[in-house]
């Protein structure tokens, strides 16, 4: 499977002149994709090809005076943002056919240079390189300082440049795992867990384990509203609102970190002590349009899943999600008898067929874990045997909002 490995950059001034100028020509060449697709769709013409629109949008264009300047960045930069145009219209129009999974897609809108997250791609006939110092050779931007936390397992495809709203720069690299030496990295384990999320409680496993939520928006609250209000009074437009901007981005995006930091360690932690996991499959959509919804997009449970998805399959672990409709809260894990549904505030009640006292979180994961088959009978069979580990592509990255880090 493709893991992306994310690593923070450090560029020089200079450096820094060069991004803004490759950010620059690729936002403009994906802009006059968008522009000549959009024309031959009000003219009621073919759509041009992607060759037709490489020629006319950076070969010949490079010859007037009018985008010239696009000779200045490296044309694997201009390339991959026209494949990242035709990739855009593809998942559009698959999205209204129906095909493509999700909330639909709208069609492709103009990059403003505005946009807080700027990024570009570089392949392997780029021609960049990892110099024997430890920096990242760009062509036309030259060797930029990385902050390596750790060491590429093998050697990438490609690497993705970004710049976050906070002003960080970051080198997204894809790798292609081997699955023989990640199978080798997991103990072999016969555990079997189920997990309960929730707020009060971030996570109850079926063995009785509480994970406290830490709550990291609801602890940064006092810090954010300052920063915000203090962005609020800069006049628009102005440096110091710039200066204000970048200081709220940046408290959002420690808060961001710290989250996924905390997920990354507590799934790969699950992962790493047992063989498989049941979870529910919570409607955070639904649930973030209630007054919960702060408390929901601050324990980030989606988040967390995705995790321990992508990881189930790198490390050859089983994740089992039950339906969201399945009463976890109001069936006796003892007896399994169904009591109905109770309030949020009752936090331990007593089953009235078989009197087991339970507490409703413990209850609800062991219910999970039953649910999911992994609980074994007195015998030791399973209830259902055989388990259908989770499906993942890629994994995302770390130091940006789209996508976690590999484990």
Not at 59 to 66: G, S
Not at 110 to 132: E, G, P
Not at 292 to 315: I, T
Request: hydrophobic residues 35%.
């Amino acid at each position: 499977m493709q893991l992306r490995y994310s690593f923070r950059l450090y560029p020089d001034s200079d450096q820094r002149t060069a991004l803004a100028r490759a950010f620059g020509c690729a936002r403009v060449v994906f802009n006059d994709a968008v522009r000549a697709r959009e024309h031959a769709r009000r003219a009621g013409e073919a759509f041009p090809t992607a060759g037709e629109l490489s020629r006319k949008l950076i070969t010949e264009a490079k010859q007037t005076e009018k985008r010239s300047w696009l000779g200045e960045v490296s044309a694997v930069v201009l390339q991959q943002s026209l494949r990242d145009a035709e990739a855009a219209y593809k998942n559009f129009f698959a999205s209204l056919k129906g095909e493509r999974c999700g909330a639909t897609m709208g069609p492709p809108r103009f990059k403003s240079r505005k946009d807080n997250r700027q990024s570009i791609r570089f392949t392997a006939n780029a021609r960049w390189s990892i110099t024997d110092s430890g920096r990242l050779n760009l062509p036309k931007i030259g060797p930029v300082r990385v902050k390596w936390s750790r060491a590429l397992p093998a050697q990438p495809s490609s690497v993705t440049v970004i710049k976050d709203a906070a002003g960080r720069y970051f080198a997204s690299f894809v790798i292609d795992t081997d699955p023989a030496a990640d199978a080798t990295r997991m103990p072999e384990s016969d555990q079997t867990i189920g997990i309960d999320l929730g707020l009060t409680h971030f996570a109850v496993l079926s063995d009785g384990t509480k994970i406290d939520s830490p709550r990291f928006l609801r602890r940064a609250e006092k810090k954010l509203k300052k920063a915000q209000r203090e962005l609020s009074r800069k006049q628009k437009g102005s440096k110091n609102r710039e200066k204000a901007r970048i200081k709220v981005a940046r408290a959002h995006a420690t808060v961001a970190d710290a989250r996924r930091e905390f997920h990354h360690q507590l799934s790969t932690e699950l992962i790493r002590d047992n063989q498989a996991i049941g979870v529910e499959d919570l409607a955070v959509k639904g649930l973030a349009r209630t007054r919960l919804a702060k408390s929901v997009h601050d324990a980030g449970w989606a988040q967390f899943v995705h995790m321990l998805e992508y990881k189930a399959v790198r490390y050859g672990r089983s994740l089992v999600k039950i339906g969201r409709f399945t009463p976890t809260s109001q069936v006796c894990s003892a007896c399994g008898a169904k009591d109905g549904p109770k309030p949020l505030h009752i936090r331990e009640w007593t089953c009235a067929a078989c009197g087991t006292l339970h507490d409703r979180d413990h209850n609800a994961a062991k219910n999970v874990k039953t649910a999911a088959g992994l609980a074994v009978t007195a015998c030791g069979a399973q209830l259902r045997p055989g388990l259908v580990p989770a499906q993942r592509d890629e994994a995302g990255s770390h130091g940006f909002s789209t996508e976690p880090r590999a484990a």
